[in-house]
């Protein structure tokens, strides 16, 4: 599935020099743009007394995580990315994970573009400031690796289709398909734990500038 790419060549950067963007980087990074969108349209189109709601709930959060200590925040930040992650990968597993794997990345960025709309609508230039210092660098990061995630899932998912329904064949084959996979996924989710640093660090250094009431 999937398996063209766009090929972008450059005149002015070098000659016979060709830029690779692989398909499913384009469709999944689209789709996580999409999801924040929906998360920012929904804030917008929400009712008073949900945004109060909400607006509370973050407040309470952000006020409770200033008296926690880093090590604190980075073990709970990291886990919850993690779990994020572990998801994902368990509907990787799935010949018919496709769907879920694509709204687990449309759910991240829902909550993203509602967190952020929410500060911003709220609290307006403030609230958006904050976002930017101290949510945006873990949301960036995490968003990237969880797209090239989803393309690996996507093809682990493919394979496990053509191996039930084609002619794959063997059963160490498979075995040694998933071990390769389990093994890449977890080097690519290496970068969670700078989500995470980067995260905590950018919470510490920045929050103390915002007080929300």
């Not at 692989?22 to 996580?32: G, N, S």
């Not at 994020?84 to 994970?97: D, E, M, P």
């Not at 191996?163 to 075995?175: A, E």
């Amino acid at each position: 599935m999937f398996k063209k790419s766009v090929i972008i060549k450059t005149k002015n950067i070098r000659p016979n020099f060709k830029l690779n963007l692989d398909y499913k980087l384009i469709i999944y990074f689209t789709l996580f743009l999409c999801g924040v969108i929906i998360g920012v349209l929904l804030i917008k189109n929400a009712g008073d007394d949900f945004n109060r709601f909400f607006s509370d709930l973050l407040i309470k959060h952000v006020n409770a995580k200033k008296h926690n200590s880093f090590i604190t925040d980075f073990c709970f930040v990291f886990l919850c990315l993690l779990l994020l992650f572990f998801l994902n990968y368990l509907c990787s597993l799935s010949a018919v994970g496709f769907p879920f794997i694509w709204l687990i990345l449309i759910g991240f960025g829902v909550c993203c573009g509602a967190v952020t709309g929410e500060f911003f609508i709220t609290f307006g230039l403030k609230g958006l400031g904050f976002c930017l210092l101290v949510d945006i660098p873990c949301y960036a990061i995490t968003a990237a690796t969880l797209v090239c995630c989803c393309c690996e899932s996507t093809k682990i998912c493919n394979n496990i289709f053509f191996y039930l329904f084609g002619n794959y064949g063997c059963d160490s084959g498979r075995n040694q398909l998933l071990k390769e996979y389990t093994l890449k996924y977890v080097i690519m989710c290496l970068p969670l734990l700078l989500g995470a640093f980067a995260s905590t660090v950018c919470f510490k250094m920045f929050s103390g500038f915002f007080t929300f009431t």
